[in-house]
């Protein structure tokens, strides 16, 4: 089945704490991208990866770290939580550059920093 | 600043009448929009898009309308069911390389579907 698997899906952390939030997607997607959603403001890009290697930032990169070592994976890295960062993130990936295609998104990552 | 927009935060709507979704944009760079269904504890799925080169495209009890001009665009459900009871998002990108990692999205209309 075709997929895109975040794990965990739940995560109660303190300030300070460096986490990794995993993505995997078995698409063979070239393009994924973390989104976190707030209340009120929608889905908000993080940070995306075009390809292995190559990765860059969304609109609200503060406090986020990523990397891109393998096609498939694409972690996400708080260093240092802090409770601002408490919020329901998703991971993404789409089939092709400039295509009209769709993104396929993850379950959500439901994160409290406390 | 919010370049895409969903102004009503939720709709109410009868068992077999339609639901209208409305979102509005700003940016004139957007080629394509989506619109994503997402129901609780999941994450959002793909429901119906256009390209900016079209005013309508329908997908069964799903058509979307998109009036450049105006920078607006609509979903229209008909009938309404009891399962299309969800959040939606409109969303949109840009045309490119670049454009196509990016999607802004709305901040979203919760719809619920009364029997």
């Known amino acids: 089945e075709a997929q895109v698997t975040q794990n965990p899906r739940y995560l109660i952390t303190v300030t300070g704490k460096k986490l990794t939030v995993t993505c995997s997607q078995n698409?063979?997607?070239?393009?994924m991208s973390w989104y976190r959603q707030d209340p009120g403001l929608g889905l908000r890009q993080i940070y995306y990866?075009?390809?292995?290697?190559?990765?860059d930032k969304g609109d609200v990169p503060e406090g986020y770290k990523v990397s891109r070592k393998e096609k498939r994976n694409f972690p996400l890295i708080l260093e240092s939580p802090s409770p601002n960062q408490t919020s329901l993130y998703f991971c993404?990936?789409?089939?092709?550059?400039?295509?009209?295609?769709?993104?396929?998104f993850g379950q959500g990552t439901r994160l409290t920093v406390v | 600043d919010q370049q895409v927009k969903q102004n009503s935060p939720s709709l109410s709507v009868q068992e077999g009448r339609i639901s209208i979704l409305n979102c509005d944009y700003t940016?004139?760079?957007?080629?394509?929009f989506l619109w994503y269904k997402k129901y609780p504890a999941e994450g959002p799925t793909f429901l119906i898009s256009?390209?900016?080169?079209?005013d309508k495209n329908e997908d069964g009890r799903f058509t979307v309308f998109l009036n450049k001009s105006a920078k607006h665009l609509s979903l229209h459900i008909v009938p309404s069911q009891p399962g299309d009871s969800a959040v939606y998002f409109c969303?949109?990108?840009?045309?490119?390389?670049?454009?196509?990692?990016?999607?802004?999205f709305g901040q979203g209309t919760r719809l619920t579907i009364n029997p």
């Open positions: 969303a949109a990108r840009k045309g490119g390389i670049q454009g196509a990692q990016k999607l802004v």
């Open positions: 940016n004139s760079m957007f080629d394509y």
């Open positions: 990866s075009m390809n292995v290697e190559v990765t």
């Open positions: 256009i390209s900016s080169i079209k």
């Open positions: 698409m063979n997607h070239e393009y």
């Open positions: 993404a990936s789409t089939p092709q550059a400039g295509g009209l295609t769709e993104a396929f």
